[in-house]
Structure formats: C-alpha cells, structure tokens
C-alpha cells in the first residue's frame, strides 16, 4: 500500500482564559510561549512537520486569532488559515477541511490536533501517530490517540480500550465524559483507559461519510462552502453556511453515535501512549510543568532579576522586572503591562471568571 | 513679651527604605504621597506654614533629593534647601540652622521637625505647638512634643513626663530608648510616657550653647560654616567642615547629657498632644492607616480599575493597571515600573533587606 497522504488539522480557535492576563481574544494561549521559547502552536506545527509538508496543514482559528497565527507560521499556506465565522465546535471546524481535502483525495488521512499541548517526548509521540495514520488508511476506520494517564484526573475525558488489534492499537470499547475522582481512581487502577487526547485520525472518506449520516444538516452546509474552495466566493459562502452548522464536538457529534455499534462494529480504534503530555490548563498547571522541567529551584520567575527572602512555590511573571519576593508561598502574580493578576496556585482555576466579568463589562481592551 | 521669631526645620535626609520600590535614593519616603494627594514633605511644610513665613523655612537634606525637594516646594526659598555633603545625623543638621541664625537673631525659637510623618489633627498640633514656642522663647529651654501614645510601641523612644509646669507642660524626667513589650505596656499603662515624636524647640541661642558644652568640636565645624553663609564660599565650607562634625542625634548627643542635670536643672520640657500621629514606618503601617482613613474597604489599592473575588487585607499598588485578585489575603504588592514587590504585611518590615541587597549589589538604578 503507497503511505497515505497526511494533512495535519489544527484547532487554534480556543481563548484559554485562564492564561488571562497574558491571553487575550487576539492573543489566546496557543501564541504563549509556556513551554519554550517557541509559542504552544508554533511546537505543535514543529512536531509534525516531519510527518507532512508545509502545503498539508490546515488552521481553524477564528477572526481575532488568525492575524497572530499567520505571524508565527509563517511557513504554512495562509490560504489554509482559516478563520470561523463563528465558533461551531470541533465537528463542523475537521469537517470543513475534509470536505474540502474529499474533493482532491478520498483517502487522504486528516489528523485534528489542539494546538495548545504539550508533549515531551517527540519521536515517541511521531512513531504512535504514524502507527495511527496506517490503521486509518486501512479503511473506514478512527483512530483516537489515547494518553496514558499517570494521575486520577478528573478534568479529561477518558477512552475505555477494548480488545487488541494490530500492534499497539486497540479497539475502544466506550467513550466516558469527565469522571468523579473515585472513578478516575478506578479507571488509572484498570489499566485499560486513556485520556482522550483530542486527536483524532480519519480519511476524508471515513469522516465525509460519518458526517453525513450523524450531522446531515452540518454536513450539506460544509459541501456548500467546500463547493467554493479555491474561488473568489469561498470567504462569502464561508459566512452564509458556517454558522448554520450544528455546534457539536467530534466526541458528541460523530464518535458517540458511532461507538453505538458496539467495540467490534464501530471500527473505532484507540492508539495508547506515553508522550509526557500535558495541556497546561492552568497557571498552576503550567507551574507545575515549568518545575518539572527543572531548569528553576523552588519559583517559576520570568523577570529581570529578582531577590527571594523565604520565598518558595511561587510563579511570577514580569518580564524585565526586577522581582522581590519576600515570605510569600503558593503564589501567582503575573503582570501583563496593562493587568496585574495576583492569585494562589490553587485558585488558578478561577482566572476564567476575571474573563468572563470583563466580557460583561465590554472591556476589548483587556480580554 | 513680644511674639518670637520662628524657624521651622525640616529634617529630610532620610531614605525610607522601607517603601522600596516607589523610594528610591533620589526619592525618598518623604517625597511619596503616602497619606494624600500630597508628599509627606509637601504636608509637613503646609501645616507648619500658618506658623511661619515661608522665608523662614529650612530643609536639610542630601544631594540626592535635593531636586526633587525643590520642585516640590517651590514656595521655599531654594537657598535654604541644604544638602549635607554626608549624612552627620540630626545634631549638626540642626545645629547648622542654630549657627546660621544665631548669627541673624539669637533669640528665634527653631523648631526641629521630620518630614515624613503624618498628623491628622492639624489644628491642635499647631496649638500645641504655638504654646511650645512660647516655652522655648522663655528662656534657656529645650521643649520636646510628646505624643500620646495609643499602643505599646517597641519601635519608638519614649519621654518620661515629669512635674506639671505651665498650661499642658510637664518637666521631662527622662529619655527612654526603644523598649521591650512588656516595658512598653508598663509605659502605656503608667500614663506619663509620651512617645518621641522627633520635634524638639529651643531658641538659636539654647541650641548654640548646648552644641558648644557637648560637642564642641561639631560647634567648631559649624561655626566656621555658618561664617560663610550668604558668601559664594558657603558650598566649599560645607563641603570642607560638615563631614567633620560628630555623626551624633538629638538625643543621644544633647538630650541625654543635659538631662543627667536631672528633671529640675536641665530645663527640658514635654508638651503632650495628641494628634493622630502616624510616622508610617512599613508598607504595613501604611496600609493600617489607609484602612483608618475609612475611604476603602477590605483593601488598600491603588490601580486603574479591579476584580476582586475573596480578596482582603491587601494592599496593592498599580496605578494605572487593571488589577485582578483572587483568593489571596495580606499581601503587600508594589509595582513600581521597573520593579515588583510581593510580600505581606507582617513581613513588609524586612522590604529595608532589599534595599541593602541591591546596595550590595551597587544597583544604582533601583535603589
């Protein structure tokens, strides 16, 4: 068999406020450098170029995103960034890109990817990922890449394996939403369960057709749009039948019907691995990845210099500044230039409602 | 008895450190609006103001802060805004102003005051303050304002009040140095202890004579400064004699051996007030009395606008910023631009650690 075509498709249209306040409507967490010197989504294209050519990859962002994501990816197709007219979830954003992709090669493999992960150990996770693209150019078959758990979360969806398949590969018995922490215990003790990466592997084939028989309608609006790919009439088309989409995730939209048919019947696949991924869903979050790393004792400081008096476990921001911390522990104190957020490791979480509160108040300037 | 002439002195040589980041070398505590719209020094002149011409004034400070001294306080003749060419403690800053208007007229009464304090109740100070200089033109007294103190303190000296004399006046049994707790509540709970407020009055005359009995070798030096005042030799005699001078306070150098003539001879007398004195020692100090001044509630913050969630007991400054706070609780946050404080208020007495660091370190743009 001639190794599949691969065209990567990422998903950068999320806001990730709880990085607020270094992410902003225009400036959301994949174009934050957390993890490197390079951005989230700068990593994420790195990581898989190796797989594809520049020409492969697609971008669904939205309005606000796409002026930033052109500036950091520069080597990408600008056409292929494209923007929602409207947030429709994760269903219609791959769909569209296989409607399109479906017209030039039915066989092509599509892999969705978040673009604000991080994961560790590359060649690893490029070896479980090709493995994946063969099984999903074998048929009509989805493969979801599953992540070993090391940790009872209770913020991911997990992936439930079933039988063995080929190589590392299983069948996926069920899909479970977000679980209790007495059931995340059980699931990590199972064994056989995976975090649900949010990457998914299909041919356009495969997913044309899930589309068509789970989300008839969003499926018609996306080969209206697909029709006008490479036309003067995309961007118009684009705007009248996106938003008539329905707003539906892959899981709820298209897997969860699927898997309906059983383990063996619903050629749902699952590809476990150990990549060192995390999703940095928040500052303590990022904290604790920075501290892991090792490259800092007891702070997370970006700052110009800094004097630290019985100051330990805390993550501050300030870039250029010099930073004295004295007797503090378990803090965040991140200054954004225009915005001081000071809050505790374990309040973190609730930086999205600082969001929220200035979304209520209009305030564009510091969303 | 005709009304004598008043010179108020105003000590202003001090760093503040304790305010670090916002006083820096070249703009001490003194220089801050920590208590309203106005600087501490600029409140300290506007309240001696109604007791003195403005010709009248004298500021001691140091090169450093001389400029910024100046265009806060353009209503003071600049040539009497002197500039210690090196700290020599308050005797000889005091006594550089006795040597220099003995000269003009040995029977002015000097009032000794700092320039960094805060007195809510202005009127009663200057009638306390009105009867002290009379006390001090009557002879060959020494008065010293006394401030009733309103917790045991163990960061102040405190007066022990003699015999009554006249109106509110008492003789002054003796000096006491910063006590312990338990001594401090012996002090309170006795009822004749006043706290040392630093302002001390005496005539040209008194304080010539004294300065000539104990440290003759300081009087030798200002004299010969004093010689030159007016001259175009005044800034090279300054520079020549005052570092010569003994490195000596008030207290310790004038007080202290003329007191040992005990409470009858040594003619020092206590006026004890009450005024809402406040010397603003910390970034703690400073939030107490924000917190009194009852114009905010739960914290003491200055920004451009907030979002407060479970947030109390802070104080914070940014101005301009929109700050957000979330779970956190008696924290001392202070950015000034080029730099980030976070501490808490318990341990904000230690910010001075800082300053000595970056001594150390010979960083002169943050210090």
């Known amino acids: ?72 990816l520069k080597q990408l197709p600008r ?4 923007a929602e007219p409207m ?32 994961i560790a150990k590359e060649k690893k996770f490029r070896k479980d990922l090709a493995e994946g693209i063969r099984l999903a150019a074998a048929g009509d078959n989805i493969v979801v890449m599953g992540v070993k758990p090391t940790r009872p979360e209770t913020g ?19 899909f479970c939403e977000k679980p209790k922490e007495d059931v995340a215990k059980q699931f990590v003790a199972a064994g056989n369960f995976y975090w649900n990466s949010g990457m998914f592997l299909w041919s356009a084939q495969t997913l044309v057709n899930a589309l068509r028989q789970n989300l008839p309608n969003t499926a018609q609006q996306l080969e209206k749009i ?33 898997s309906a048919a059983g383990e063996e019947g619903s050629n749902i696949f699952c590809v476990p691995a150990d990549w060192g991924w995390n999703d940095l869903g928040s500052w303590a979050a990022h904290f604790e990845h920075r501290m892991a790393q090792g490259k800092q004792k007891h702070n997370v400081i970006n700052a110009g210099d800094t004097f630290l008096l019985e100051a ?32 505790t490791l374990e309040r973190s979480q609730d930086v999205g409602k600082i969001v929220k509160y200035l979304d209520a108040q209009k305030n564009s300037k510091l969303v």
């Open 312 to 343: 330990e476990g805390n993550y501050i921001h300030a870039p250029g500044k010099f930073v004295a911390a004295v007797g503090v522990h378990n803090l965040v104190v991140v200054d954004s230039g225009d915005a001081l957020l000071i809050t």
């Open 226 to 258: 697909a029709a006008a790919w490479g036309t003067r009439k995309f961007e118009a088309a684009l705007k009248k039948f996106y938003p008539q989409c329905d707003d539906k995730s892959v899981d709820y939209g298209i897997l969860e019907p699927r």
């Open 87 to 118: 947030g429709r979830n994760t269903a219609p954003a791959i769909g569209l890109a296989a409607f399109i992709l479906y017209r030039r090669n039915p066989k092509a493999v599509l892999g969705l990817f978040p673009s604000d992960q991080v």
């Open 156 to 174: 991911y969806g997990y992936i439930e394996a079933g039988a063995a398949y080929k190589g590392s590969a299983t069948r996926v018995r069920r």
């Open 1 to 72: 068999m001639a190794k599949p075509e691969f065209f990567p498709v990422i998903l950068a249209g999320g806001r990730g406020t709880r990085f607020w306040p270094l992410s902003r409507k225009a400036f959301a967490k994949q174009l934050l450098p957390l993890n490197s010197e390079q951005s989230m989504i700068q990593e994420t294209a790195a990581r898989l170029l190796p797989l594809a050519p520049a020409e492969n990859f697609w971008i669904i962002t939205n309005q606000h995103l796409r002026p930033a994501i052109g500036r950091q």
């Open 79 to 82: 056409k292929q960034i494209v």
